[in-house]
């Protein structure tokens, strides 16, 4: 898996939150304590997916069965960060 980093405060929130796996085929499951919109760029920097995830600390799915294989950022905005993390799509 893989860890989220943030990108511009430092929180210690991040330090809770987590993607796997890595790499992924289908899914990524999202472990994360705040609720927020996310977005999937990829290497380009053109967003390929997005939508919202409730930070109930709950495994949250994404599915991605419907992009390409390659490499990829997801970020994820909440109210007062913005965090980032990398994964490989199968």
């Not at 996310?38 to 600390?57: A, F, H, P, T, V």
């Not at 390659?70 to 109210?79: F, P, W």
Request: hydrophobic share 35%; aromatic share 8%; charged share 15%.
């Amino acid at each position: 898996g893989s860890k989220f980093f943030p990108v511009n405060l430092d929180h210690s929130i991040w330090l809770q939150m987590s993607l796997s796996p890595n790499p992924a085929s289908n899914e990524l499951i999202v472990k994360l304590p705040l609720s927020g919109a996310y977005s999937i760029k990829n290497s380009l920097g053109q967003e390929c997916q997005s939508g919202y995830l409730n930070g109930d600390g709950s495994d949250q799915k994404i599915d991605i069965s419907e992009i390409d294989s390659g490499v990829y950022t997801i970020v994820l905005q909440s109210a007062q960060q913005c965090y980032t993390a990398k994964f490989i799509k199968q």
